[in-house]
């Protein structure tokens, strides 16, 4: 059975249509990310997987429940980072930890988390007093105590310098080594890239491509050979780039001349999600 | 209950590290009492039956102290934890909305009950007010005045969209309700538009409830009127927080 599973789920805010029938699955133990520009609907759409806001049409199961009617008993399975890193200034972190772990069952060792997101050093140091990259360690903390299933991270790097991205990852990895069901959005596709098994590309609400990110790079149209010819820069995309490649070195080889500058180029998950993104720029 | 009371721990956690709460709420009755009875505690009020300035001064802040803690510093706190988003975390853990209630609001009460020991212990040492008699019917007009505040409270923070206007919107409300119920003076000695004010005021009637009981020897149950405006008051402030009680922030 799937961890979510998101049925042609609408959503309105007024005349604002911010999602506009969505569809994906997530299986257990998989880390899937909903990618796309500010505005596209992604907060919007784990809101509603988060039980924070209710769908206007459609079917959500979130671990064989609905969100919309779920209780004390479903939240004790779900663990959630959002955009907002909001906590009690004034406790330490490991008071931090204590009191929202008191709100589980079977909460995990405080010490434990501590070590999972790597705050030892400010164990005992107040909330007030930790760096932006400290707190959002926190953040992710307070939604591990618990120990959930699944853990939704709103835009979990936003923000980060890339020495905190980077040690965010290597956080986000070691909860996948625990067999955690992981959703995360972001807008930055280096981390879907390194993080996500699957990814799902939505714009103004809808998803506009979906799957492993290698695919979604593979199913991108042309591979890109580009090199330099009486000082011109000669630019060709193909979708068979063998042949071409063999033809241009073929015919420079006859010539005894070096092709100058030569690049082979894939299209970069960049690349795609800015063609699959790009009438947002209208 | 287990989670009540591990919230509870954790509220009065909260509360003990909050200093700018625990000064402006908390102590400042017990310092305003100090000061102005040392001035004046003495003295007879002409206007309140020749009553001793002292014992009438005690009761005014034990209700500027039900004002400020149950509803003032409860009104700021919910609203900066609103806006700051901690309520919007609470509602993703299993505690439940009863649980986190509850506990806040024992929190808040058991702070306003510390502080009526503090008036009362330090009106007995310094100004020779006797503990009061009526201890049954003081304890329920207590309990009843601070969960009007609560509830008053709570509805207010409906209306404030802000972490930082929080204070000034609560300051403006209640230092001056507090001065025009009579926590500091005599509302007898009042000009009429003030006393027109202070007639429809949550605290007048908790004010005169509460120095009928500790000055004058009444009970409680002889109090209907001050009892039921202080309790439509509340009432009115549950209804409010009810209807309109929000956990996220204020968007835009």
Not at chain 1, 21 to 41: H, T
Not at chain 1, 64 to 93: C, F, H
């Amino acid at each position: 059975m799937s961890a979510i599973s998101v049925r042609d789920v609408r959503k309105s805010y007024g005349a604002l249509e911010a999602v506009r029938g969505v569809s994906f699955d997530v299986e257990r133990g998989e880390v899937f990310g909903l990618l796309g520009p500010n505005g596209a609907g992604k907060t919007t759409t784990v809101e509603i997987l988060e039980g924070y806001r209710k769908r206007d049409g459609g079917s959500v199961e979130v671990l064989g429940v609905d969100p919309a009617r779920a209780g004390s008993d479903w939240r004790q399975r779900i663990g959630v980072v959002l955009q907002s890193s909001a906590m009690y200034e004034t406790l330490t972190v490991a008071e931090s930890l204590r009191l929202f772990g008191g709100y589980y069952s079977t909460p995990r060792p405080v010490d434990e988390v501590v070590d999972l997101v790597g705050l030892r050093e400010q164990r005992d140091q107040v909330v007030r007093r930790l760096s932006g990259g400290q707190r959002r360690r926190l953040d992710l903390g307070l939604a591990l105590v618990g120990d959930p299933e699944l853990i939704f991270l709103d835009e979990p790097t936003t923000g980060f310098d890339p020495h905190a991205r980077r040690q965010a990852w290597e956080t986000l990895r070691s909860l996948r080594g625990l067999g955690k069901t992981i959703v995360l959005t972001t807008h930055y596709l280096d981390e879907a890239e390194r993080l996500a098994d699957r990814v799902a590309v939505l714009r103004r609400g809808e998803i506009v491509a979906a799957g492993p990110p290698a695919e979604l790079i593979g199913a991108a149209p042309a591979t890109e050979i580009r090199y330099r010819e009486n000082g011109r820069e000669v630019v060709l995309e193909t979708d068979s780039p063998t042949r071409v490649l063999n033809e241009l070195t073929a015919k420079a080889l006859a010539e005894n001349r070096e092709l100058e500058g030569l690049v082979v180029r894939r299209p970069s998950l960049e690349e795609v999600y800015l063609t699959l993104t790009e009438e947002e720029a209208e | 209950m287990r989670v009540f009371r591990h919230e509870l721990k954790g509220e009065l956690l909260l509360y003990t590290r909050s200093r700018e709460l625990a000064f402006f709420t908390f102590l400042l009755p017990l310092i305003f009492f100090l000061l102005l009875a040392s001035v004046y505690g003495n003295d007879r009020i002409k206007s309140e039956g020749n009553v001793r300035s002292a014992p009438f001064l005690q009761a005014g802040m034990i209700g500027y102290g039900a004002i400020s803690i149950a509803f003032a510093g409860l009104a700021i706190v919910l609203v900066i934890r609103r806006e700051s988003g901690i309520l919007k975390r609470l509602r993703a853990t299993p505690l439940t909305a009863p649980e986190y209630v509850s506990a806040l609001l024992s929190t808040f009460l058991a702070a306003f009950a510390v502080q009526v020991v503090g008036l009362l212990v330090l009106g007995r040492a310094f100004f020779s007010v006797p503990f009061p008699h009526h201890a049954v019917s003081l304890v329920l007009a207590l309990l009843l005045g601070a969960l009007a505040f609560c509830g008053l409270g709570i509805g207010l923070t409906s209306l404030i969209k802000s972490a930082e206007g929080a204070s000034a919107v609560v300051n403006a409300i209640y230092l001056p309700t507090a001065f025009i119920s009579g926590a500091f003076f005599s509302p007898n000695s009042y000009p009429a538009f003030l006393r027109a004010i202070a007639d429809v005021l949550p605290l007048t009637y908790f004010l005169r409830l509460i120095r009928n009981v500790m000055l004058h020897g009444h009970e409680i149950w002889s109090q209907g009127t001050n009892v039921a405006v202080v309790a439509a008051w509340g009432v009115a402030g549950l209804i409010v927080a009810l209807r309109s009680f929000r956990w996220e922030p204020t968007e835009g």
